[in-house]
């Protein structure tokens, strides 16, 4: 009778914890083969390849990972047919009970992992940021609430010791903020900002209102990768990506007959991008170059994040469940001053810590929630689609 | 020069007490800003007030600042030497471009009128500095207060790329003279660049609408460097193209007629003549080359090639 009420209690056991998904266990056997061809690769190779060798110590880590778990799961085979095998002494039953309740959380860790590791890699993942801030209604508490989210921003990259630098920042004739441009120049900081991408929205009362109403505004930001230095070095390199006549630039420069005749400060460079209608101005630095160079770093950056919405957009139309939507004209995000909240609308969680959030020190946490609800998307994605 | 109005002037004082000070010089306000925003970041506090001073009377921000942006580089300016203007920096940088490509070593280039040197420190950062070219580049001015202020631009050129900087020099000497190469100590030239005086006393002092120049321009830039016509282009081949038996040249200029005249001096001598567009779409080069030599690369830059 008591073999029974065990085998109960351990399959219970079991139930909690997460399945793998065949699809990606598949993908991690396809990883193992790929590695041992690039080993083969590296030790036959005379030349010391950067790509090559960094790719295998990546796929080094996930091999890791899915040997590990293959390790626990064998030891758990190990101990369930232990405790099948008939007549088992009950001093030994109880240990390899014991042993497996020591197991399961380290299992579940590796699944976790694993599967986090094996979900295919998002693009430009790896790429440093641009952020665009732009008020949205609401006037100039609107741009009063930009400055604000542009602080956040800067403060939580000061928080994760990311270089940042502001490539512009530009006022209305009103003199409060109407665009600004930041970047984040470290490496992978696209894939955890990637998120913030959309409109936000502020409730509270505007410093400038005198009845103590609450007002509601937003601003928008715009969330994209950084494809290039936007430097003198970078920019013979930007302009080839285009082909000739697909970028119009125009620089503002006064009418009348130019060169000796007269002396101007004006560096502005506007590029306009014909097949997309895109248009990037600079204006910022004395040096025409420069200004140009950015102006192309922003313009590849917004074609790149183009590019990646339309193939988004392309899976996602294969399944015909529409979940969420990450249109960008939906407000992603509350910021509830009188109520000290924030709220993510995307994944339902509310941060009760607004000043933690603008000064950066808890926005990180609002990251990992959507990171992991993105993740449950993505697989049931990977799942539905198959 | 459009009186500014008050209602600007109201508007700039709010954003800061300096701004209306910008506005004489400014075509917009956004300008002004700009203008305000790099004096800021260039200057120490104390400095403001009396660049702003300075700029409400037509001053050059450049000389102002004491640099412009040339390129990658930052070129000093002062006064009694001609500022660098963005048309120059573009067909330099297009020339630069070309000869890369090329990828010719050992050039030998002359400048005349290099002012504040502007044209070879940009040459030789992008030929030699980046490309790794070889090149030889010597620039020449009249003016004493130009070849102090072109070797004062080399000195802080040699500060930051020791490795090329032994590759330009720049000497003074009248391009008028007869006994020129001589003088300068050279004989063989590929490429004869310069940005000579071009403008015609006419339109000297004539303002801007009528094609003359701006007030900022005639009141605290040199004449020598400005006023002049046929002549130079003139002495430019005569002097220089010639005698060294160059197998290209680029000469900035402003006007059709100067490059027609040029034209008609070297087609005789079976020479390819060709102009450059600004992106402005004003004219502003008049380029040659001779035909089997590596320099007919020259013939790229060109929007319009005489027949």
Known sequence: MMCVSIWEEIFEKLQNIPRIHPLLLERAESIQSEHDTISHQLSTGNEFNQELSTKFSNLGIIIDIFNQYKLNLSSLGDLLEIIDEPNQDDEILTEALEEIDDLLPSLTKTIRTLQNRLLPPLKFNDKPTIIELRPGIGGNEASLFTEDLMQMYINFANQQKWKWEMVSKSEGSNGFVNEVILNINEPGSYNSLRFESGVHRVQRIPSTESKGRIHTSTSAVVILPKMSEGNENSLKDDERQFKSGEVRIDTMRAGGKGGQHVNTTDSAVRLVHIPTGIIVMQQDERSQPKNKAKAFSILRSRLAQLEKEKEYNDQRKLRTDQVTTTDRSDKIRTYNYPQNRVTDHRCGFSLHDLQGCMNGTKLGELIDRLEEHEFESRLQDLINSK | ?307
């Not at chain 2, 954003?15 to 200057?43: C, H, I, T």
């Not at chain 2, 002359?110 to 030929?127: A, F, R, V």
């Not at chain 2, 003088?183 to 339109?203: F, Q």
């Not at chain 2, 130079?232 to 220089?240: H, R």
């Open chain 2, 1 to 307: 020069m459009p009186r500014v109005s008050t209602k600007l002037i109201r508007e700039a004082k709010k954003v800061s007490p300096l701004l209306p000070y910008f506005l004489r010089a400014n075509a917009s306000l956004d300008q002004a800003k700009r203008e305000l925003q790099w004096v800021q970041s260039e200057l120490p506090e104390n400095q403001w007030i009396e660049a702003a001073k300075r700029r409400h009377n037509h001053e050059p921000l450049q000389y102002i600042l004491k640099s412009q942006p040339f390129g990658s580089l930052d070129i000093i300016c002062e006064q009694g030497v001609l500022i660098p203007r963005w048309e120059t920096e573009e067909w330099c940088l297009k020339l630069s471009s070309v000869l890369s490509v090329l990828g010719m070593k050992n050039l030998n280039i002359l400048d005349s009128c290099s002012g504040t040197g502007c044209i070879p420190l940009l040459l030789n950062y992008e030929l030699n500095q980046l490309a790794n070219l070889n090149s030889r580049i010597k620039g020449f001015d009249l003016s004493p207060t130009a070849h102090k202020l072109s070797n004062k631009n080399l000195h802080s050129y040699t500060k930051m790329y020791p490795s090329s900087a032994s590759n330009v020099s720049f000497a003074k000497a009248d391009l008028f003279s007869s006994s020129l190469l001589s003088n300068l100590d050279v004989r063989n030239v590929d490429l004869v660049t310069s940005n000579p005086p071009y403008i015609p006393p006419k339109d000297y002092n004539n303002s801007v609408v009528l094609n003359g120049i701006s007030r900022s321009v005639r009141n605290f830039e040199p004449s020598l460097a400005l006023i002049g016509e046929n002549e130079f282009y003139e002495a430019l081949i005569t002097n220089l193209v010639l005698p060294s038996k160059a197998k290209g040249f680029i000469f900035e200029l402003g006007y059709q007629e100067q490059a027609d005249n040029v034209h008609k001096l070297m087609k005789t001598r079976n020479w390819n003549v060709g102009l450059l567009k600004d992106s402005a779409s004003n004219i502003r080069c008049v380029i040659g080359w001779k035909d089997d030599s590596p320099m007919s690369a020259l013939g790229q830059l060109c929007t319009f090639t005489y027949e």
